[in-house]
């Protein structure tokens, strides 16, 4: 199974038309969304070309290719214009042999660890910050941010095949 594996849009039209241009390219099956999709929060900087509206538009009809849980700026009024489920803290998706703890990471993360098992793979997004770490027990997998990239990182996505995580760039 082939994933393709985005954070934090943050309700830019301009990454988001990126991201999905670059879903549509990579071949994968799924998009797996980690949270903070319509709104940008407190504190961050608008993200270029906001329009939260246009995001929804774009969404909307790959939402049987979505995959999403809950980010820190995602609400209960997201759903109701987000035609995929977006309210989950957290899921599990096994693939390729691998068990993935799938969470936006503000609840869990290397410093509030969920109950993984020795082998297992934790991916967030959250810091924006792209990483890919052995922690000995588990592997820790950031994907950064789609819209607002911190500590010099780019506007990065993950991609999942075979096993392998692949940092990617748009």
């Known amino acids: 199974m082939k994933l393709f594996i985005a954070s934090d849009i943050h309700g830019s039209a301009y990454w988001c038309e990126k991201m999905i241009a670059a879903f549509k390219n ?38 049987d290719k979505i995959l999403c849980v809950r980010g820190n700026c995602d609400t209960e009024v997201d759903q109701m214009v987000l035609d995929f489920p977006v309210l989950a803290d957290y899921c599990w998706i096994y693939a390729d042999g691998c ?19 020795k082998g297992d793979f934790l991916l967030n997004g959250h810091t924006h910050v792209p990483m890919i770490k052995d922690f000995g027990d588990y592997t820790y997998i950031n994907c950064g941010s789609v819209s607002i990239p911190k500590e010099n990182s780019s506007h990065s996505y993950i991609i999942f095949e075979g096993g392998k995580f692949e940092l990617m760039t748009l």
């Open 26 to 63: 990579s071949g994968a099956e799924k998009l797996v969304l980690l949270g903070d999709i319509l709104y940008h929060g407190p504190r961050n900087d608008l993200p270029e070309d906001y329009d939260p509206k246009s995001v929804i538009a774009m969404l909307n009809p790959l939402k």
């Open 99 to 117: 068990k993935l703890f799938l969470t936006h990471g503000h609840r869990f993360n290397p410093d509030e660890l969920p109950p993984l098992s």
